[in-house]
Structure formats: C-alpha cells, structure tokens
C-alpha cells in the first residue's frame, strides 16, 4: 500500500468519527453518558499521549502532568471569564486585577504556551536528574506549582483556594475531539520525525546515543516542554468541560491515574494510549455503574453492592492487567491503517494457500 | 531567644511529626535498596493501619488491639510483596512501580468502600494521648515519645542489619541482587523480611501519628507517604540513616514554616527543599554516587 493512500484511508477514518459523532449528538440526548465518557476520554487520552511522549519514547519518567495541567486550566479560565462576572467569581478579592478576556481558543494556547515555559523552567535544573530522582522532583514541582496558585496573595489572580467559575465553555463533543485529534497528530508527527528517532535512542540507551552525536539536554528539554505544552492544553479542555476549577483538583493522585492509563494503553504506542483512555473512563464512569446501586434480582438482595464497590472492582480489573498483561493492551504496536492492510492481505493469502492444496 | 520560646511549640512538634515520618521513610528506603523500587503503596499501608486501629479498638480493649494492628499490618504487607511485587520480578523496573500504583489505588478504594468514605474518628490511646507541659509547652505525650521510639526502633534495626545473619543477607541483596542469589541467598525470603519490618515500622508510625490527628480517611496517607519518601530521597535512597535525618530535617522545617503562618507552602516547602538539595546533590545527601556503565 502507498504512503499517500494510507494517509487519504486514515483522513477519511477520521472525518467519519466525526461524522458519526455529529450524527450521536443530534440524535441523543445532551446529557447521555456516552458524551461524559467520549469528552473525558479525549481529554485524557491527549494528556496520556503528551506523558507517553516522554515515559515511553523519551524514556523520561516524569510525574508532573497533574500540576502542567492545572496551569492550562488556571490559565484558561483567568484569561476568560467575562469581564461583567469578574465581581461574582472574584468576590473576596474585589473583582480580581485582570479586566479583560480573550477569545477561549487563544486562551487555550496561551494555557499551553504557560506550561511550556514553566517546563523550560522547571527543567534546566531538573533534567539533569535521573529515573526516579526525576520523577519525584517533577512530582514536587507540580505541588510546589498547587501550592503556589492556592497563595492568598495571589488571590487577585488567581482566586486563592476557591472556584473559579463561569468561563465560556464548548458543549459539542465535537470541538473536544477536534483539538485532541490535532494535538495528538502533531505529537504523532513529531515522534515520526527526526527528533523521534532521537528520543528513541535517548530512551534505548542515553550514552550511545550521546556518542551518536545527539544533543542529549537539547532533546530531553525538547520533550519535556512539548509534553507540558499539550498537557496544559488539555488542561484547559479539562477546565471546560468541568466548567469550574480548583487547584486541589490537581493532585498527585491525578498523575498517578493517567500514568495507569499510559501503562494500560502499552508504555510507547500512541493509540494505545488513546484507546485505553477512553476504556479507562468509559469503566470507571459509567459501565460499572450498576455495582454502586443496592440492586435485587427477584427477591434476592446482592450482597457488597453499594456506594464505592465499582471503584473496588475497577482497581481489582487494573491490577489484574498490571500482573498479567505487563505490555498493556497494544505494547509498543500502533494500530494504523497499514496494519489492518497487511493483517487482511495476509489472511486473503493464507486462505488461497489453503484453498490451493485442499484444490 | 525569644525566637525560640516563640517557636518552641512548633519545634517540638516537628520533631515529633520528624519521627513519624522517619518510621514510614525507613520501609521506602529498605525496599528501595533491594528492589529498585519505589513503593508507591507504602504510605496506604500506613493508612490501612490507621483504619484497622478504628475498627479493633471500637470491639476490643486496647491491649489486644494495638498487638492485632501491628499483626495485620504486617501481614497485609507481605501479602502485597506475595501478590503484587513477586510475580514481577524479572519484569522491568516500570512495570513493578505501576504494580505499586495499582495497589495504592486499590487499597484506596477498598478503604473507601469499608468506611463509605467518611473521615474515621481514631480512637484516644491511653497515656500516649494524656497532655502534659515541658517546658511550657503543652502537647500530648505522644510527642515527646516518638522521637525516643524512633530513635531505639532505628538502632534495633541497624544493629539487626550489622550483626545478624538476615541483616548481611539484606546488605548483600542490595549491593548486588544477581550475585547475592548466586552466593545462596534466598532473596524471597529476605526480600519478604524487608516489608515485614517496613510495615511493623510504618504500623507503629500510624499508632504516633495518627494520635495526634484524630481522624483517618482513605486518603490520609498519600500525603505522609509522599513526604516520607521525600525524607528518603532527601536521605540518599537506599541509606537508613539518611532517611531518618532527612525525616526529621523535614518535620522540623515543615513545622517551622507553619510557625511563620505560611500554612499553604507546608508541603511546597519540603518538595522546594528537596529540589535544592538533589541540584546540588543529585543522589541525595548520603546517596551512593551512581555511575554509568556502557
């Protein structure tokens, strides 16, 4: 199959998701689960593949997504309240400092752009560290960043500890899916690129790739501040589709749970990372439902149904993939066009062997 | 001087928080040296602890039901290495850490499930929770005791692992995990040991800390979990010593900064610390100098 026709089949694949997600959306109602479940998992399957960038291609274990995420939404939604709400939100601080707002997509970017220069930040001392001494002063730094914006001396900005609120959001589920399949296509082209095949060396062993003459401080600064980039974006669709935010939100607990999800979607592979977030919240917000209610089969009344038992279930299913599918669900594999291609030629084959000797 | 009547208070009890965290940050710091391994589900352990002391302590007299917390959490511990760590022993390093994550979470939820998520009051330790004044200083006993525990618990323990033979197999485990096997050493067994002692530690540590909180719920120990494996990291991971001095340096400084009313950086404080301290020491302040192999 030619390049060209793989990426018009793929294009095509996409415009029918859309279409078939218009079509959902115009048939079902508005408050249907399945809008939860797919807005959420476009959400979250853009921050796995901005942390799979750099846990799984870059080699980098970094657990600071969670506090990348909440300047996004931070960001996000200071920048966007309308100025005539700004005294209801802002009500211990006179209305907040900031008086003005700017279109929610260029706020949106500027949520990325924020984390993306505190990631250049954070990582000029950071980098240099290595495996879990980086992963725990990157998790530092996420709380350092919590902490930080709940300071009341900073209240007029960003409203202290309390909620801010009334920011313009997107209902569609549409626009949700929209900038996570842009966001992750450019993450997906980059790992295709040069500095793809660098941050795959970098992960396979740092100092032949050193020796192979690259730029080892360049490439890990380039994946870090390129993850957070995307992390603060969607951190910022996050902000949107919660329609309010608080910094106590974004706890270390958030990390963990989209690390899970990386590790479930297979440590490297960019579609698995999409597919097992969606799986992901799909199972804990909606499929499992039914073993929080007290529930009778006839006269019979289930024991160990109640409040909290699906969360029980949901980790017992986790840990069972953690110990017995260690790749996760598609290990380093992608699940492209050209893959299906091949799988279904080889079958026609496979059957026309066979139908020549039984012949 | 003044200074220091004026912070008293908080020195005091940051000594005291110091050694509590010291107790957790040892099983981090043990099974770090062994297995590569940051124990995610430590601190949960912890928690754990504190709930099953609830519920003992609501059904029976309080001399069984410390003995049974100690019992259990151990037990709870080992069964965790059993299940969740042991079967991934050749796998890589990441996936035994998100066996670890996966237990935290679990054990979370399953708390969650058994309390309903409610915040569970602990129950007042004889004499441990009494008041007293030292020095003008009015806390509960406890304070002033964890500090003496923590301190006799750590030199039982350095001396088990100087003197005894588990202890040597223990050093020779984490100094070189193949060839310690190789020698005869049967590492499950030492390995086991290793969260045995973490979770007794970890257990009596939820005994001190949570006497001077008063309330358990299924997230209470993420936060004392974290720090105390700051404390270990702070420590140089791997090092004993390292970890309770980082423990304590960290209780104090903590503490100390709530003095100054900067309560929303508590926590921010000690992770910045940490940061400071790995920029310029990059494997922590007792930390083995790591080097790269080709």
């Known amino acids: 199959m030619k390049k060209k026709t793989e990426v018009c089949i793929s294009l095509l694949l996409i415009g029918l998701l859309f279409l078939l997600l218009f079509i959902l959306e115009q048939r079902l109602p508005r408050t249907h689960m399945l809008f939860t479940v797919l807005k959420k998992g476009a959400i979250y399957a853009l921050v796995g593949v901005s942390m799979n960038l750099l846990n799984g291609f870059t080699g980098l274990f970094s657990l600071g997504q969670a506090g990348f995420m909440l300047l996004g939404a931070y960001t996000y939604g200071i920048l966007t309240i309308p100025v005539a709400q700004r005294a209801n939100v802002y009500l211990y601080y006179d209305g907040g400092i900031i008086q003005f707002a700017i279109h929610p997509i260029l706020a949106m970017i500027a949520g990325g752009i924020l984390a993306a220069i505190f990631a250049f930040l954070i990582g000029l001392p950071v980098l240099r560290l290595k495996s879990d001494y980086l992963a725990i002063a990157t998790l530092g730094f996420a709380e350092i960043i919590r902490a930080i914006f709940q300071w009341d001396k900073l209240g007029p900005v960003t409203n202290g500890s309390n909620v801010l609120r009334s920011f313009p959001i997107y209902r569609s589920v549409l626009f949700y899916f929209a900038v996570a399949v842009i966001c992750i296509g450019i993450i997906a082209f980059m790992i295709n690129s040069t500095y793809g095949r660098a941050f795959k060396a970098i992960r396979d062993d740092e100092i032949a790739a050193e020796a192979m003459g690259i730029n080892l401080a360049h490439h890990k600064r380039i994946a870090f501040v390129v993850s957070s980039f995307f992390a603060g974006i969607s951190g910022a669709l996050l902000a949107m589709y919660q329609t309010n935010i608080q910094a106590s939100m974004f706890k270390s607990a958030m990390t963990y749970e989209i690390l899970l999800m990386v590790v479930i979607g297979g440590i490297g592979s960019i579609t698995g990372s999409c597919i097992s977030s969606f799986l992901f919240i799909a199972c804990s917000e909606w499929w499992l439902r039914f073993l929080d209610k007290d529930t009778f089969i006839g006269d019979f009344h289930v024991p160990l149904l109640r409040s909290g038992f699906r969360k029980v279930v949901f980790s017992v299913i986790i840990m069972i993939i953690v110990l017995f599918f260690r790749q996760g669900i598609m290990g380093t594999k992608e699940f492209s066009v050209r893959g299906i291609y091949r799988w279904l030629t080889r079958r026609k084959a496979n059957k026309q062997k066979g139908g020549e000797t039984v012949g | ?294």
């Open chain 2, 1 to 294: 001087m003044t200074w220091l009547s004026r912070n008293l208070p908080y020195l005091v009890a940051g000594i005291s928080v110091g050694g509590q965290y010291a107790l957790i940050a040892i099983g981090y710091t043990m099974v770090y040296g062994i297995l590569r391994l940051i124990n995610f589900a430590h601190g949960d352990i912890f928690m754990v602890a504190g709930i099953i002391m609830v519920y003992a302590s609501a059904s029976m007299p309080i001399y069984v039901s410390i003995p049974l917390v100690l019992i259990l959490t151990v037990l709870l511990g080992f069964t965790v290495e059993r299940v969740a760590y042991k079967p991934l022993r050749s796998a890589p390093r990441m996936s035994v850490m998100i066996s670890a994550i996966g237990v935290s979470y679990l054990l979370q939820n399953l708390v969650f499930y058994i309390t309903g998520g409610l915040t569970k009051q602990y129950p007042a330790l004889p004499w441990l929770g009494d008041s007293v004044t030292v020095f003008g200083v009015t806390t509960k006993r406890v304070t002033f005791v964890t500090p003496i525990l923590t301190i006799i618990l750590v030199v039982l323990l350095v001396l088990l692992i100087k003197k005894t033979k588990i202890g040597m197999a223990m050093r020779a485990a984490s100094k070189d995990f193949e060839t310690s096997q190789l020698m005869g050493i049967k590492i499950n067994s030492v390995i086991s040991t290793t969260f045995i002692i973490g979770s007794l530690l970890a257990a009596v540590g939820s005994l001190l800390f949570f006497t001077n909180y008063t309330g358990v719920s299924p997230t209470s120990g993420a936060m004392p979990g974290l720090k105390a494996f700051v404390a270990a990291v702070f420590g140089g991971i791997g090092s004993i010593p390292g970890a309770v001095l980082g423990a304590f340096l960290i209780g104090i400084s903590e503490n100390l900064i709530r003095g100054l009313g900067w309560t929303t950086f508590q926590d921010a404080f000690t992770f910045a610390l940490l940061i400071i301290v790995l920029i310029f020491k990059p494997t922590g302040l007792f930390g083995e100098k790591a080097t790269d192999k080709v």
